[in-house]
Each structure stands twice: as structure tokens, then as C-alpha cells.
């Protein structure tokens, strides 16, 4: 993979920092000299413990925090141009839907801010909601959608301005472990569809190896990229959860987690 | 429909059974009307002149009504600026909190003579007071309790502030504006009601209670009273049914 950035890299990442409070006393490192490079089309996972800066280099790339060093590039230019450009679409752990909108003029926000005509928005958010098998529930407001459902607007939401990339932050974070495995299958069958590049940040090992095609480990303190774990399971289906592989794949990724810690102590031995 | 009206009965049929009760007391006790008068003698007395409660009430609402509308835009123009602006936001809320506990309906012989005591104005003036602050503090409220991830998604859709003013604060603070608004129009009636204790045009509710009470008319000084309560009670089920009919999407808080 080329380390230049270019328009065929979704996201070029080097040499970022971000220390909150530089140089008092309560002084943190939240991210440490981060490198990452996000290939077109490619699924990538942060994960690590609380802490470890996954959710903070994901503000970064969107350019809703600015890093203290380096550089942020996205589809080809710094971040700051790509949010305003709205070269991503972005999904947090809260669906975070406006209860005074319907579903589908929820999904049509980011259509409206581009000012997009009325009726034009209002035929791509039933477009999105059938793809994420809502279009029933158009009308609907979102408080009357379960926890799944609501995500899934959200989903549809960060997809309506047809962004080459799409950010989650922990989406599936507050759902139940049947809605989540559903929820992913459908987040693989959405990508498939549109060949969108994904960084997504999670907690959840499982979730990371089935979903992605490379997970990257981060450690706290400073927070730090510590591994890059690529996945090769092939077409993902319902036997892929009970594969060999898969859980081979689990297990390089829960040793590339506590890899940090054995190292620290085993340095920490060595200067002694 | 029975289900909607369950609310309404038991009240209803404590309130009738109060009022029985009262009657009875004042009949074999026989108690003085300066003392308490009967309930068939407040009712006679307001339902005798009908003409002259419901003119006495519309002279009063509508100094409490003007008093609403100017004390609510001002309201909303001030928290609008205070959120817009900090500067304006540390200048104001300090000032309406310090303002807050000031005694306003004391403020009326004051006003009384910086504005002509014959108009309405002095009236209408205090009642915009008393308004205002309900007003402005439940929409400053309002406008800035918004979620913080609701506000990164507006900056991830490269919103302005004055977009996200629109699209999130705006409506965020509409249930804080009613929140407001249904401590604020009871309050207008009582303080348009009071203000008229302190001289002035003497065709008000205030004016007339005190005048009857005078007059040892204590039956029509008590149908003024209950003329005051509908009133009040008017414009509290106004705003709650603007409230129901604008913001349909805080049903499910409302029901749960």
C-alpha cells in the first residue's frame, strides 16, 4: 500500500497527536504519533480499551476535534476541507434522531443543509430507508422505533449525501447482542451495495474481526496504534461466526490487546 | 374517549361534594356571610349578573393577555441574543437572576406615577415584568440543553451556527417555551389582577373585589373571585391545548 496520500486512499493519517491541556499539570496524550492509512473501499476497526484514543483519532478524521500535530487527509484532502465538503458521513453510539422530525426527514437533514429541493431529498430518503429496510416507518416518529431501528435511521442519515467514507463511532454499542449480530450483517450488505470505505470503532472483538478487513489495536496512555491485525475470512456468512478462521482471527486480536501490557512489564524487567 | 375523561371525574366529584359540604357548614352553623359566604350565594351573585362578571373578567385578561404577548416576545428576543451571544448571556442571566427576587408587584404605585395611572400601561408594564423572566430562563434553558452528540452532528454536516440554531436549538426549546409559558400565564393573570389594587381604572376584577368587599357585597366580592379563577384556568388550558396541537412529538414523555 502506498504511503502517499492520494485520491485511491480514503484516509491518510501521519505523524498525528493530540495532547489535551499541553504543558499544565493535568496534561494527557490522548493520541501518540498516529500513522494509519484506509485503503478505497476498505473496512477498518479501532479497538482497544477505554482510554486508548479510538474514539478521539475518529473525531480527528472528521474533523470535529483538531490534532495538536500532523496531518489529516480525507479522499485526497485535509480533513477540515472533506468535512465541508461532506466526503463523510458519520454514526455515533447514540442515534442521536430529532424527535420533532419524522424518520424520513431525519434522513433528509444533511440533504436539507445542502439545500437540496424538496422533493428530490424526499425521494433519496425513502431510497435509503428501503435499503435499511425501514420505508414502512417513513411517517413514523423516531421515538416509536426500537433501539435497532433507530440505528439503522442513523445509518441511512450518515448515507444520504453519498460520502465515500463513513465513520461509526461504537453504532452498535447500545444493543442487544441479537439486534447487534443482525445489525452488522446488514452494515456488510449496505457496504457491499455502495463500496464505501468504513473506520469503525468498537469494544467488541468479535465484532471487529467479523466485520473488518483490518483491525487496528490501540493501547492507553499515551493512546497509541500498537498493531494492525488483517482479517481473511472471505465472503462473510452466517457459518463464517463458527469458522476455525474466525476465531483464529479472534484470538491473534485479543493477544495483539494484551501483547502491550506483557511488553511493558517485560521492558520494565529488562531495565532492571 | 371514557379513558381520556377518567382524569376529570374524581376531581369533579371531590370538588361537588366540597362544595355540599360548605353549604351544609355555613347553613347549620349559620355562619356570616363576611365570615363565609354560601356557595348558592357566591352562585346567585355570579350567575345574577353574567354581563358584568364576564366584562369585569375581559377588562382583566386582556391587561394580563397584553402583558403575555409583549413580556413572552421580549423573552424570547432576550434568549435568543444570550445564546447567540455570551457576552449578552453574562449580562443577562446574572441580571435576571438578581431581578428574579425582587418583589415586582411592589414596583406598581412606583409605576403607577412614572405612567398615566388613568391608562393601563402601569398594568400591562408589571405584567410584562413578571412574564419575562419564567420566559427568558426556560428558553435559554431550552436553546442551549441540547445533547452534545446532536451538536457534533451538525458539525459533521458542516452546519453553521446559525443552522444549528434553526434546525436543533430552536426546536429543542419549543417544550422548555411551553414549560414557560403555562408558569407565566396564570402568573400574568394574577399580577394583571393585583396591579389594580393600587388605584387606577376600577372596571378590573382586582379593582371590583376589593370594591365589593368594601360595600360588605361579600357574595359578589367572592363571584369576582370565582371570576378570577376562570380566568386563570382559561389561560392555563389555552397553552396546554397550543402545547398538545404544536408539539405532538412529546406525546410519549407526556403519556409515559
Not at chain 1, 105 to 127: C, F, I, S, T, Y
Not at chain 1, 205 to 225: F, N, T
Not at chain 2, 95 to 111: H, N
Not at chain 2, 155 to 162: I, T, V
Request: aromatic share 8%; proline share 6%.
Amino acid at each position: 500500500m502506498s504511503t502517499s496520500p492520494s485520491t485511491t486512499t480514503a484516509v491518510h493519517a501521519s505523524g498525528v497527536w493530540k495532547i489535551f491541556n499541553e504543558g499544565q499539570s493535568n496534561e494527557v496524550t490522548a493520541l501518540q504519533d498516529i500513522d494509519l492509512t484506509v485503503g478505497q473501499g476498505e473496512f477498518i476497526s479501532l479497538i482497544g480499551p477505554s482510554g486508548c484514543g479510538k474514539s478521539t483519532l475518529l473525531r480527528v478524521i472528521a474533523d470535529l476535534t483538531q490534532p495538536t500535530r500532523g496531518d489529516v487527509m480525507v479522499a485526497g484532502v485535509p480533513a477540515a476541507q472533506a468535512r465541508e465538503q461532506q466526503n463523510y458521513g458519520m454514526a455515533f453510539q447514540q442515534a442521536a434522531l430529532f424527535d420533532w422530525r419524522t424518520v424520513r426527514r431525519n434522513v433528509e437533514l444533511p440533504l436539507e443543509l445542502q439545500g437540496w429541493p424538496k422533493d428530490r431529498r424526499a425521494a433519496r430518503a425513502m431510497e435509503l430507508l428501503e435499503m435499511v429496510q425501514l420505508a414502512d416507518f417513513a411517517t413514523h416518529r423516531p421515538w416509536e422505533l426500537s433501539g435497532g431501528m433507530q440505528q439503522r435511521v442513523a445509518i441511512a442519515r450518515s448515507l444520504a449525501v453519498d460520502p465515500p467514507l463513513l465513520l461509526m463511532d461504537e453504532p452498535f454499542g447500545a444493543l442487544d447482542e441479537m439486534t447487534r449480530e443482525r445489525m452488522q450483517n446488514e452494515l456488510l450488505r449496505i457496504r457491499q451495495e455502495t463500496g464505501k470505505s468504513i473506520i469503525f470503532v468498537t469494544h467488541s472483538i468479535p465484532e471487529a474481526v467479523y466485520l473488518s478487513d483490518r483491525v487496528v489495536v490501540m493501547s492507553p496512555r499515551p493512546g497509541r496504534i500498537t498493531d494492525i491485525v488483517p482479517i481473511d475470512l472471505g465472503e462473510r456468512n452466517e457459518d463464517t461466526r463458527e469458522a476455525e478462521a474466525f476465531f483464529e482471527s479472534v484470538t491473534a486480536v485479543r493477544e495483539a490487546l494484551r501483547g502491550h501490557g506483557g511488553g511493558a512489564v517485560r521492558a520494565r524487567a529488562g531495565e532492571v | 374517549m371514557s379513558e381520556r375523561l377518567k382524569p376529570v371525574w374524581t376531581p369533579l366529584l371531590i370538588g361537588v361534594l366540597a362544595l355540599a359540604a360548605w353549604e351544609l357548614l355555613v347553613i347549620v352553623q349559620d355562619i356570616k356571610p363576611y365570615l363565609l359566604p354560601a356557595p348558592s350565594l357566591i352562585a346567585s351573585n355570579f350567575f345574577g349578573d353574567l354581563g358584568l362578571m364576564s366584562s369585569t373578567a375581559f377588562y382583566t385578561g386582556t391587561t394580563a393577555i397584553m402583558g403575555l404577548a409583549i413580556g413572552t416576545i421580549l423573552g424570547i428576543v432576550a434568549a435568543l441574543l444570550a445564546v447567540r451571544f455570551s457576552v449578552v448571556n453574562n449580562l443577562i442571566t446574572p441580571l435576571a437572576a438578581g431581578l428574579a427576587t425582587v418583589p415586582i408587584i411592589a414596583l406598581t404605585p412606583i409605576l403607577n406615577n412614572m405612567f398615566n395611572i388613568t391608562s393601563r400601561t402601569p398594568r400591562v408594564l408589571v405584567t410584562v415584568i413578571i412574564v419575562f423572566f419564567p420566559m427568558f430562563v426556560n428558553l435559554t434553558r431550552g436553546l442551549l440543553q441540547v445533547q452534545p452528540v446532536q451538536l457534533e452532528l451538525m458539525r459533521s454536516m458542516n452546519a453553521s451556527p446559525k443552522t444549528t440554531l434553526r434546525v436543533l436549538r430552536i426546536p429543542n426549546a419549543i417544550p422548555f417555551f411551553f414549560t414557560g409559558l403555562k408558569i407565566a400565564a396564570p402568573l400574568a393573570v394574577i399580577t394583571a389582577l393585583v396591579a389594580e389594587y393600587f388605584g387606577g381604572p376600577q372596571q378590573g376584577l382586582g379593582s371590583r373585589i376589593a370594591s365589593s368587599a368594601a360595600n360588605t357585597a361579600y357574595g359578589r366580592a367572592w363571584a369576582y373571585v370565582v371570576a378570577s379563577i376562570v380566568v386563570g384556568l382559561l389561560f392555563y388550558l389555552v397553552v396546554l391545548a397550543l402545547e398538545r396541537w404544536s408539539t405532538p412529538w412529546i406525546g410519549h414523555r407526556r403519556s409515559n
